[in-house]
């Protein structure tokens, strides 16, 4: 079977080393060794001067909107995974949604101003596929108006723009490290800010608010990482130019084979460098899109249709029409991409594309 990604696998013997290393420190949980060595690694790595990691991708946006958000209306894209609209209800916020941008499929940056009320307290937006929103005009938005950024940053790892890490854009940023995300910890996630109240709340938040034994600073949940994680992040992380190296490979093939002529890829925005993080195609109608799905599925190829369906229509969301978002949603299907994905099969998936 060719599924839509393969986490990428250490070789066991790494990942042994580093849960010995557990094993011997006969430490867990709670922020030991390896948490604090693979957020020493990371910085480095990434380029940035702070990260906590978590235990998800899902519970730092969750944190961000508790701590900004204040229950208030949160301008958000319609396309990204459902987590992103879930953190805001979770969360008691009311999601306001703004039409994406049709090919570079992030949020509209023209349309938020006309969405912002007296009671928008956030902007919470999904660097789509690891392509950059406008962060620029979004950042003089908020600004103008009093507002906080929030980034999901799940699919970014990597992801340079304007020359720093797109995780140093937005009040801020979250990121997954889920094991069908590109640099993983099986499940796990991080979050970033440069505002030093903000290290100080996202901090002591993601571990019940804690000031030590036996004082709080405030209120706060369980985000905490463990050490049987971290040594998987630990292991993954000395291979992480060669997982960029393999899905490049994979994209520059697909980019090669596929025939463009009535097929739409996905515009990265000018500036980024991309992480190479998914494969999307957006293709004419639906009806040609469940064919071809069907046409692969009966080879045993599982693409899968991300993002499916534009959020603005989930059962527990007010109702408003997003055109665009909808329309991509329906059109747009992810072909396989991972690490060691061969040309021969690229060649197969183009060909009963086309
Ligand atoms: C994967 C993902 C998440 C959630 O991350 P988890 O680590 O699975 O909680 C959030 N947002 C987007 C856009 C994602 O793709």
């Given amino acids: 079977m060719i599924p839509v990604t393969k986490t990428f696998l250490p070789p066991l013997e790494?990942?042994?080393?580093?849960?010995?290393?557990?094993?011997?420190?006969?430490?867990?949980?709670?922020?030991?060794?390896?948490?604090?060595l693979l957020e020493d690694k990371l910085k480095a790595y990434l380029n940035i001067d702070w990260i906590t990691i978590t235990n998800n991708g899902t519970v730092p946006i969750q944190m961000a909107l508790k701590l900004l958000a204040k229950g208030g209306e949160i301008i958000t894209t319609p396309f990204s995974y459902v987590a992103t609209t879930a953190a805001i209800v979770w969360e008691n916020c009311t999601p306001v949604f703004v039409d994406i941008h049709p090919d570079y499929l992030t949020i509209d940056e023209t349309k938020i101003e006309n969405a912002i009320t007296a009671n928008t307290t956030c902007i919470?937006?999904?660097?789509?596929?690891?392509n950059p929103c406008n962060v620029e005009a979004i950042e003089t938005i908020a600004k103008k108006h009093n507002l906080h950024v929030i980034y999901d940053a799940a699919h970014c790892f990597g992801v340079n723009?304007?020359?720093?890490?797109?995780?140093?854009?937005?009040d801020i940023s979250t990121c997954s490290f889920h094991a069908t995300k590109?640099?993983?910890t099986a499940e796990g996630g991080a979050m970033f800010t440069k505002n030093s109240d903000l290290k100080h709340q996202l901090f002591y938040s993601h571990n019940f608010g804690h000031d030590g034994p036996l004082a709080f600073h405030g209120l706060g949940v369980n985000g905490k990482i463990s050490e049987l994680q971290a040594a998987m992040g630990l292991s993954v992380l000395p291979y992480i130019d060669e997982i960029l190296a393999g899905r490049k490979k994979v994209v520059d093939t697909y980019n090669t084979m596929l025939d463009f002529s009535r097929l739409r890829k996905l515009k990265i925005r000018e500036n980024t460098e991309w992480n190479y993080s998914y494969y999307p195609v957006i293709i004419e109608s639906e009806d040609k899109l469940l064919k071809i799905q069907r046409e692969l599925n009966e080879i045993d190829i599982m693409p899968r249709r991300y993002f499916y369906p534009s959020l603005n229509t989930l059962p527990y969301v007010k109702h408003t029409d997003?055109?665009?978002?909808?329309?991509?949603?329906?059109?747009?299907l992810c072909l396989p991409l991972y690490v060691g994905l061969e040309a021969i099969q690229i060649e197969k998936i183009a060909r009963i594309i086309k």
């Fill in 124 to 130: 919470l937006a999904t660097h789509v596929f690891g």
């Fill in 182 to 184: 590109l640099f993983h």
């Fill in 161 to 170: 723009y304007k020359g720093k890490s797109i995780f140093d854009y937005g």
């Fill in 14 to 36: 790494d990942y042994n080393l580093w849960v010995k290393r557990a094993f011997d420190n006969q430490w867990l949980t709670n922020r030991g060794e390896l948490v604090n």
């Fill in 322 to 332: 997003m055109p665009v978002s909808e329309n991509t949603a329906k059109s747009i």
